[in-house]
């Protein structure tokens, strides 16, 4: 009879052996499963860096459907989709990594990122300025939240919101500028009027004067708002200070300045306010014509054409004083034909009264401060 302790002494190497050629196999299906589960991610962020969004949204629809716990697929993904107008879609990929518990700030974060960016799409403002402030209570300095939610209330039209994000941009950026503040409360001042409510809209133009005194746009709108109100003295006098404001852009005003003057029986004064600019410009192409289209109206024949030398001689590419200059020296006597075509070439170099965004191409039929399309600032003017 075998002696049971030899027995159990030959089973032990056996027993042990098994156990390892397991635990082999084991790990070897572990790595193996790994590595099949990795690979398509990995392929996944390889298609994302070459541009190819289908190749990667295939790939991540495969990690996904294999490795639940890969946040980041889940996030790239509904990105992708959201890019490609699923917009549905993607918030529902997004929200369903709200019920995660466990997670790190910075996934957090990330999600929100995500989410506020869906519901901004969708014009969800509320929800995607929620997740704006959820960011930043988690990470005060967060600079990419408080920007968003700048864009939202841009978007949303409340310009009083738009207002208190930039400061708190320019708070954290230390950089102060009053002027954007207040093109952002001429905004709404412009809301008022789209309504009928021109006291109300002076207000706000007011109150942007307050914030900055350099804020041209102001006066204009002011201006604007009296002539609607048929307050002609009024509109004067607020244009008065914008082409002091402004100089470079007073000839915006030109026109309406001397109309309503005619109409008030003070044409006279327009030369003085051309005077005016020439005194904080001397340079200023657009008043010297106007003041010589003046001179010329009046029978100051010389002196009319001393105004277009002069503009020609501050501003050698101004083919208006040019234009002007030879109808000037070449005087009544001469054909049909060259008083017809220099009066259309002078017509073609008059200021257009139509303004384009330099951003988005938005034509407008007066001139903005803030493009209503793209929402940026300072994009119509020169």
């Known amino acids: 009879m075998i002696d049971s302790k030899l027995i159990f002494q030959l089973l032990i190497p056996v027993i042990v052996g098994g156990i390892l050629l397991f635990l082999w196999v084991w790990t070897g299906r572990r790595k193996r ?10 392929e996944a962020l390889s298609a994302l860096i070459n541009g190819d969004k289908i190749k990667a949204m295939n790939k991540l629809r495969e990690v996904v459907r294999h490795d639940t716990d890969n946040l980041d697929a889940y996030l790239k993904l ?9 917009n549905i879609q993607a918030l529902r990929v997004h929200q369903s990594l709200t019920v995660r518990t466990g997670l790190t700030n910075y996934q957090n974060i990330s999600i929100w990122k995500s989410l506020l960016q869906d519901h ?20 005060r300095n967060n600079m990419w939240a408080r920007k968003e939610l ?26 102060k500028d009053v002027e954007t503040l207040a093109l952002y409360q ?19 133009f007011k109150i942007a004067l307050k914030t900055s005194n350099k804020c041209a746009a102001a006066h204009y709108f002011i201006g604007v708002s009296y002539l609607s ?35 008030l029986g003070n044409f006279d004064q327009s030369e003085k306010i051309y005077q005016e600019i020439l005194d904080l410009d001397s340079g200023n192409v657009s008043a010297l014509v106007a003041l010589s289209d003046l001179n010329e109206r009046k029978g100051n024949r010389e002196e009319s054409i001393r105004m277009l030398r002069k503009a020609i001689e501050k501003d050698d590419s101004s083919l208006r004083a040019k234009a002007y200059l030879i109808q000037m020296l070449l005087g009544p006597d ?7 075509n220099l009066e259309s070439l002078i017509q073609s170099t008059r200021r257009p009264r139509k303004f384009d965004c330099r951003s988005c191409g938005y034509h407008s039929d007066k001139p903005l401060w803030v493009c209503p399309d793209c929402l940026n600032e300072n994009t119509f003017l020169d």
């Open 186 to 204: 001429i905004q709404q001042g412009l809301e008022y009027r789209n309504k009928g409510e021109e006291r109300d809209a002076r207000i706000r």
């Open 334 to 340: 001469v054909s049909d034909e060259i008083k017809d």
């Open 150 to 175: 700048l864009g939202i209330y841009k978007e949303k039209g409340d310009w009083d919101g738009a207002v208190e994000a930039a400061k708190s941009i320019q708070k954290q950026e230390k950089k």
């Open 33 to 42: 499963l790994k590595k099949s589960l990795s690979s398509p991610y990995t």
């Open 229 to 263: 109100e048929g307050r002609k003295k009024d509109a004067v006098e607020s244009w008065r200070k914008f082409v002091k404001t402004d100089p470079k852009h007073a000839y915006l005003v030109f026109d309406e300045l001397e109309e309503v003057l005619y109409d």
């Open 78 to 86: 509904g990105d992708i989709y959201r890019e490609y107008g699923k």
């Open 120 to 139: 901004r799409l969708l014009k969800e403002w509320d929800k995607a300025i929620k997740y704006s402030e959820k960011i930043t209570e988690l990470d």
